[in-house]
Structures are given as C-alpha cells and as structure tokens.
C-alpha cells in the first residue's frame, strides 16, 4: 500500500504543477483583457487577435488547472449528501466514480481530442477572421492534453482513494478527509 500511495503522490504532485504553471495564465489573461478594453473604449481600436487570445488564455485556464481542482477537492460534488456519509462509503463512491466515469469519459475526449487535433492540424487551420490568430491546432490540442491532465489527477485520487479504503493509517493526518471527518465531529471549530 505504500509504494500504490507513492505512485498516487506522484501523479497528484504533477498534476498540482501543470495547474500550478497553468494558473499563471490568469494573470497574462487580465493584462490582455485590460489592454482590449482600454484600446477599444479610449483610442477605439480593436483587435480580432487580442479577443481570440483571451478565449484561448481561458481554454488553457481551464483545462490544464482541472487535474488541480481534482486533486485538491474543489470540484463540484453534491456536498449536501456526500458530508454526512462515513469515510468508507465516500471512498468506495470515489472508486466507483472514477471506474465507471471519470476514466472512460478521458479516454473518449483524449481520442476524440486527439482525433480533431490531428485534422486542425493536417487542414492547417486557422482563424475564420482574417486578422485572427494562426494555428488552431494548437488550442486544440489543449483538450486532450488537459484531459490527460485530468485523467493523471483521477488515478491519484483513485490510488489514494483505495489506500484510504485498505489502510486509513497511511494517509495520515491532515488530508482532506480528516479535515471534513473533524468538521462533522465539531462544526464550531473549524469556523474559528
């Protein structure tokens, strides 16, 4: 169980990085979103490039930063009904879901992402304006590689999810689970 939680800090720790780097892309998004509206309400020039970039900067934000949320617990959930159920029951859901949904449903947006990268790609593709930006292919390929992202941050959890299930004395103090378990135990220290 050791070496299966090593493999799954690993991958948590690489999908921390890509959403870590990934989220720097925030800050090069509000630069470009305050240089186009600046530009388009004071000295009335706009900029087809600048629009696309802001949407590809989103693109990047997103996909590269799920495998972040993932690994740190800030996906949606139904949190009404999963904080009032045990640590067993909320990792064999984890287990399950990340079985039965999350693993497939990366590997058919990976193909698919792939597949509509390869065709971007081979066509040339560019922008439908003419002053828009070159190589659509490259924004492209940020959905199967996020997804992957994704898919690397799921196993993670999964691993950990199954080591959490088999020997909860492994994990340790001050994970994610404990903090909530502790939560639900004294709801008025954790409002401190």
């Given at each position: ?145 996020g ?13 950990r999810?199954?080591?959490r ?28």
């Amino acid at each position: 169980m050791q070496r299966i939680l090593k493999v799954s800090n690993a991958l948590a720790a690489f999908a921390e990085k890509v959403g870590y780097v990934a989220a720097w892309a925030a800050l090069v998004l509000v630069a470009v979103i305050m240089v186009d509206v600046i530009g388009r309400h004071f000295f009335s020039v706009g900029s087809s490039k600048l629009q696309e970039l802001e949407w590809h900067l989103h693109t990047v934000l997103f996909m590269f930063c799920l495998g972040l949320g993932y690994v740190h617990d800030t996906h949606v959930r139904i949190d009404i009904v999963r904080e009032k159920l045990g640590r067993r029951t909320r990792c064999w859901i984890e287990i399950i879901g990340a079985i039965l949904f999350l693993v497939p449903f990366c590997l058919v947006v990976m193909y698919y992402g792939v597949e509509l990268t390869q065709r971007s790609w081979l066509a040339n593709e560019i922008s439908s304006s003419a002053t828009g930006l070159p190589y659509r292919w490259l924004i492209k390929a940020t959905i199967p590689l996020g997804t992957l992202v994704l898919l690397v941050a799921g196993i993670s959890m999964l691993l950990r999810s199954i080591v959490r299930l088999c020997r909860p004395d492994l994990v340790g103090p001050g994970s994610i689970d404990d903090e909530r378990e502790a939560a639900l135990q004294d709801p008025v220290a954790t409002n401190r």
